[in-house]
């Protein structure tokens, strides 16, 4: 064997190990420290390692951290587009803006009234479910599909709790998972792949919005439907087992990101949210111009190339910032919370990821895998490329988790031998699409899985990531036939 076969060998085993312990975290206690083992420490860790022992060229951490913004000395040929700290800023900018908004009250304010208007109605589990199902699919476009559903979890519990009924849990976690995860689709800003796909092929805010604006409430009605045949089923299952006796319903603990539980006690009045009014509406407008400039990116660009979405989203994450130290000041907001609050572990994931992948492009393994499908979609019709690749990006998901599974995709999409594909803008848009869903395959094929799963307990976890897997399996389909239609818009 070659030296250059074995530091392939050695990559993919390295490779192998940073994906299972984003999958399956461990924490080691050695005497005193804990050491965990997750997807923020081992990927960065995994990178040094291959850095130091010359497995990773160099030339390689500079492409995978700059790509086509490289020294001219380390560009090559299979250099995309997309620039990933681009993605990291982005992410990070648009945290901050979604966190600091979540820190007036403003979002638990909105979800606990809708909760207590569902317990007001005749029809409690009905209108929880769609209004939960309503809150999750428009605050995903407003603010970020993980923002959503660690706010309304703890709420939609609470909510059960109050009921007295545990049989309407499951739909209800399935729904608001589920709806946020598929009209973040809709929108470039709605999830980090979106913005990783449409950086590569150069689609901007306009021309990605027209089409999959279609396709995200396509995959939101899917949700909608089998949440409604969900409640049915889980309600009618209740009463089967209720017929053998009666049974005990215990309260639901939420199981809160640092461990510990809280069994929320049901209130006789209806529950109050305190809001920072000044600080709610600064941050809601704030939200608003920055959509607003999301919109106008295409005639920004134009005359400041270089200022695209992340430098946008990082100008309104300053000015969020800008309120915070000001309140901070006022002792009305600890804006070393909401700092603290961000989650500091997915750019060092990136960045991880970033250099393992283009490392793998180094060695070729792309190439291949593209060539390979170059053949198979030759003479194809734009629906079977979209759903092909619709399942690739979902394969990708469940093996690699949404993020890293969609730089993989988009470096193959993008390869030399897939340029010449008649329908590769159908291939993208598929594949931003496959990669929000794709997080319903299961807790760790998403962030917001591994730490959605984290508050909402084992207990449920089976019958919840099941019935959301027959949703993603039914969007490849749905979002296919609709992404085939509306290419051309």
Sequence with gaps: MSIKSAKSVVYFIFSLVAMFFTICPVTLKIMHFELCLNYATVPPLIVLLMCVSTIIPFSVVIRGLLGPASPAQYIDASNSNLIPLTVVLLFISLAYVCISADFSGLFKLIATKFKNAALRSIFKQLIGMLLFYAFAGVFTLCTSNDIVILCLTPI?????????????????????????????????????????????????????????????????????????????????????????????????????????????????????????????????????????????????????????????????????????????????????????????GVPLFLIGMFIIV????????????AQGLANAFEGQSAFVVSLAVSAITVLACILFNNLPGTIVVSRIINDSALLNLKYLKVAALSAAAASNYGALMGPHCSLAGLMWTKMTGKEHQFKTWASQAIIGITCIVVCSGVVSLVRNL
């Excluded at 400039?293 to 946008?312: E, G, Q, W």
């Excluded at 283009?358 to 895998?369: D, K, P, R, S, T």
């Design 156 to 344: 939609i519990i609470e909510f059960v709790n109050q009921l007295n009924d545990q049989s309407v849990l499951i739909p209800l976690l399935i729904c608001q998972f589920s709806s946020a995860n598929t009209f973040s689709i809709s929108l470039l800003t709605g999830n980090p792949s979106n913005f990783i796909l449409t950086s590569v092929f150069k689609i901007d805010f306009i021309q990605y919005l027209k089409p999959m604006v279609f396709v995200g409430v396509s995959a939101g009605i899917v949700v909608l439907i089998f949440s409604l045949v969900y409640l049915k089923l889980f309600k009618q299952q209740s009463k089967n087992y209720e017929q053998f006796g009666d049974l005990v319903q215990p309260k639901i603990g939420i199981t809160l990101l640092n461990g510990s539980e809280i069994i929320p006690n049901e209130p006789e009045k209806e529950e109050t949210v305190k809001m920072d009014k000044f600080n709610a509406v600064f941050s809601t407008v704030c939200l608003i111009l920055m959509f607003v400039a999301f919109i106008l990116s295409p005639f920004i660009t134009k005359v400041a190339p270089k200022f695209d979405l992340s430098y946008i989203a990082v100008v309104f994450a300053a000015v969020q910032l800008s309120k915070d130290v000001y309140l901070h000041k006022k002792k009305r907001v600890n804006v070393f919370e909401v700092i603290k609050a961000l989650p500091w």
């Design 358 to 369: 283009e490392n793998a492009i180094n060695l070729g393994v792309i190439h291949w895998i």
